[in-house]
Nanobody, 114 residues
Framework: QVQLVESGGGLVQAGGSLRLSCAAS????????MGWYRQAPGKQRELVAS??????IYYADSVKGRFTISRDNANTVYLQMNSLKPEDTANYYC?????????WGQGTQVTVSS
């Protein structure tokens, strides 16, 4: 069974930074892609950033130039979030396409105060 474990959320003032981590564990032979979604109260879950096994990266327009997604060789994906805004406040979920199946983390709350 594959698990995605997130960490790094919290409360930060506008303009500040946070780094989210998501570690994939369990039995698998390939990670096809990993990414981060977020969901604010009353809103739909949206894709924030993703990275494929081939290194293709996607960013939502709302975070371009402020967020950076990266992945290490130990099956961990990171989301470095700089210049945070109150509208970035949401529950952030790690998503993995692993062995061609989709997995989700439990979510980590990010709150940006004005």
């Amino acid at each position: 069974q594959v698990q995605l474990v997130e960490s790094g959320g919290g409360l930060v003032q506008a303009g500040g930074s946070l780094r989210l981590s998501c570690a994939a564990s369990g039995s698998f032979f390939s990670i096809n892609a990993m990414g981060w979604y977020r969901q604010a109260p009353g809103k739909q879950r949206e894709l924030v950033a993703s990275i494929t096994s081939g290194g293709t990266i996607y960013y939502a327009d709302s975070v371009k130039g402020r967020f950076t997604i990266s992945r290490d060789n130990a099956n961990t994906v990171y989301l470095q979030m700089n210049s945070l805004k109150p509208e970035d406040t949401a529950n952030y979920y790690c998503n993995g396409l692993i062995n061609l199946r989709t997995y989700w983390g439990q979510g980590t709350q990010v709150t940006v105060s004005s």
